[in-house]
């Protein structure tokens, strides 16, 4: 937001709360309540409304509280910020980060616990990235933020998660990352392929190496139909 004065943060009590897992804390107070904006209870207008400030030049990261109600704004997603680029043939690109939590943690229930990334994985010009890591995570939104084009997101409970349009997506970040290399074999005996907060758990592959097993675990972090 420092570096580009046309990008919005807008999203439920993202504002004077901060966010409900404290992501926008402070944000409001820097950069004021016309660039950080608190939205009514209405995933559709929220992500509405981004694409016709999209379309008006800003560029905007629009959260989700949970990710569970992003099917309140589908329709937005998948036929307005999926095919704006190709309906334009090229010409009109969508600045659009749609983030939020997702995934079950404790008490949560039917509308706070959902990962329902494959709904967008099979879309054409969307891209969903998961990533394990607040490295990575911070790495990934920066990225969908100025690829320019048009993303959508998801976020674990504890990582960030975002999702933008493969045609402009950097390479370095959607190749498949090796969290855990195969030691002293030329190849590994057992390959586990995951992504977010299961990436972590895959991690104990190590308790496989007393067993004499080698194992590698590779965290995808990115998902998308070709655009």
């Known amino acids: ?10 999203g439920e009590d993202i504002g004077i709360l901060g966010g409900a897992f404290g992501v926008t804390d402070g944000l409001q107070a820097k950069y004021g309540d016309q660039r950080v904006v608190d939205m009514p209870i ?45 309906r334009t043939a090229g010409e009109v690109n969508l600045p659009i980060v749609v983030r939020g939590p997702a995934g079950a943690y ?27 890591t607040p490295y990575d995570a911070k790495g990934l939104l920066k990225a969908a933020i100025r690829s320019g084009n048009r993303p959508s ?13 493969p045609r402009s997506f950097p390479r370095r970040t959607t190749s498949s990352n090796s969290a855990r290399p195969p030691s002293g074999a030329p190849a590994p005996t057992l390959r586990l392929v995951s992504y977010g907060q299961n990436a972590i758990t895959a991690l104990r592959a ?22």
């Open 42 to 86: 209405s995933e559709g207008c929220i992500i509405g409304s981004a694409v016709g400030l999209a379309l008006a030049g800003k560029t905007v990261m629009a959260e989700m509280q949970f990710i569970d109600f992003i099917s309140c704004g589908f329709d937005q997603i998948v036929n307005m910020m999926a095919t704006y680029h190709y």
């Open 153 to 165: 997101s998801t976020r674990s409970k504890s990582f960030t998660v975002t999702s933008t349009s």
């Open 1 to 10: 937001m420092g570096r580009n004065p046309d990008m919005i943060c807008q």
């Open 206 to 227: 190590d308790e496989l190496q007393k067993a004499g097993i080698s194992a590698e675990v590779i965290d995808i972090r990115t998902f998308g139909a070709a655009g």
């Open 106 to 132: 404790g008490g949560g229930a039917l509308y706070h616990s959902q990962m329902n990334e494959a709904w967008f994985c099979n879309s054409p010009g969307l891209q969903v990235i998961v990533p394990s």
